[in-house]
């Protein structure tokens, strides 16, 4: 029979769980109903049953088999001209009914042996110790389950409606070698869905909360993001413009390869111009540049382009526009990445920092996030600028960015200033990472081509 690793069907669930359930093994599904256990259940059977190993599903008394195979079928990897050859479902309500606990043992034993088998599935698992009138007759089924198993070398999945403060003195949780959590956690506004490893005996495993969602694909998981691996890495030598040559001037000959910029200033001070700039300068020169926008819309942000005369559907720059009211950020950034190698970028803007930050109420997470993020690019060779609104219109007495400042490369300052008869607006470069720059406020208009900066300013 197959061994060593059981796959998921997605490789990030399978990366989270060191390569995938070890394989034979004992693996307990948890989550309260609604969680996608079934779901979850139903990926393993259809991503590893063979006609030679099929996968065997056994529903109990919680899930009618009917209706599992009902809901099943609206899934895109469930395939009826696989069921009764390569994934095999039954219902055990009936043995159950009959002579209880020893009827389902018996007929599971029967046909792990009469059958080897890829996977063998027992939805619900916990239903069946409602039907005990004692607990010590459970834990007696739960062993000799698992010895039955184990001798006949068998990949199990069992499924349970479970909350975390219920497994420690559950005999199935202690049995199994694994145990994976589906729960759901409130983020302010709204509910997320996460994915917790327990335990995972034989093999190391990705900790802490991962997001995930339940779509027709199944179960799609979004590791989160301070565990991906940053290493070591070399960067090149050559400058990538601003897209503005006076900024370039400013910052020491543009930006560093793999550098990330971060833009502070208050609404309609140029922020947005100043990211459109930095994608189209580097698309005018070959340098394809992905501009992920949470302050405009596809429509608003296409007529701001075409009236600078940029070319919104331009190949070497692409827009994604997505609203932070509905977003996983680990899923945001994962589609970004997706978006970024697609396209071969070289350049990044996010539109804007503070927009992201509201979609991740935990701060901490939200610092991971970015750091993970950077460090990404930076080994990719991928410029970034970020974007960021102030309060503050005329006069900035902090820089309330979610210590984001000190992980950037550069730091520019976008201000109103008072005059007699208009307001203008000032650029100050507060800061460049090795490279040297020139500190003094600069005067600056938007144009039909852009920002033009101009003189500068004695005093902001």
């Known amino acids: 029979m197959p061994d060593g690793r059981l796959t998921s069907g997605q490789s990030r669930l399978d990366s989270i769980l060191g390569g995938g359930l070890v394989n034979p093994s004992i693996a307990l599904i948890a989550g309260l109903p609604g969680s996608g256990k079934t779901v979850l259940a139903q990926q393993y059977a259809f991503a590893n049953g063979t006609e030679r190993f099929p996968a065997i599903y056994l529903s109990t008394v919680a899930e009618p088999l009917s209706k599992i195979l009902y809901f099943g079928e609206a899934l895109s990897f469930f395939d009826p001209a696989r069921v009764g050859r390569s994934v095999l479902f039954e219902d055990l309500s009936g043995e159950l009914d009959d002579k209880g606990l020893t009827g389902v043992l018996d007929r599971i034993g029967d046909l792990v042996e009469r059958q080897p088998c890829s996977l063998l599935v027992i939805d619900s698992f916990r239903a069946l110790r409602y039907r005990v009138v004692a607990e010590r007759e459970f834990e007696g089924f739960v062993h000799q389950l698992a010895g039955r198993l184990a001798a006949t070398g068998t990949m199990a999945l069992w499924l349970g409606e479970y909350r975390r403060d219920e497994l420690e003195g559950c005999p199935e949780f202690a049995v199994a070698d694994a145990a994976v959590l589906l729960a759901t956690e409130d983020s302010g506004q709204r509910d997320s869905r996460v994915l917790r490893v327990l335990k995972l005996r034989g093999s190391d495993f990705r900790s802490g909360a991962h997001a995930y969602r339940i779509e027709d694909v199944g179960l799609r998981v979004f590791p989160r993001l301070s565990d991906i691996d940053v290493g070591l890495y070399e960067l090149g030598e050559r400058r990538a413009t601003s897209g503005i040559p006076a900024l370039d001037e400013l910052v020491g000959d543009g930006y560093w390869p793999g550098s ?54 331009g190949r070497d720059a692409v827009l994604r526009c997505d609203s932070p009211n509905d977003i996983y950020i680990d899923q945001w950034f994962y589609e970004l990445i997706e978006t970024i190698r697609a396209v071969g970028a070289h350049r990044l803007v996010i539109d804007s920092l503070g927009d992201l930050a509201a979609a991740c109420p935990d701060e901490k997470r939200f610092r991971e996030f970015v750091y993970t993020l950077l460090n990404h690019c930076s080994r990719a060779g991928i410029s970034v600028l970020l974007t960021y609104e102030s309060a503050e219109l005329y006069g900035h007495t902090t820089l309330s960015e979610g210590g984001v400042s000190h992980l950037s490369d550069n730091v520019i300052l976008l201000q109103y200033l008072r005059g007699d008869t208009r307001v203008g607006r000032a650029l100050t470069v507060l800061k460049t990472r090795a490279s040297r720059h020139i500190p003094q406020p600069h005067e600056f208009d938007i144009t039909g081509d852009g920002i033009d900066i101009k003189a500068p300013v004695n005093a902001v």
């Open 260 to 313: 990330a910029t971060l833009v502070i200033g208050p609404s309609g001070a140029g922020k947005t111009v100043m990211g459109l700039q930095f994608i189209y300068g580097g698309a005018a020169m070959g340098e394809p540049g992905v501009f992920a926008s949470m302050q405009e819309n596809r429509v608003q942000l296409e007529r701001m382009i075409n009236g600078f005369g940029w070319d919104a559907e």
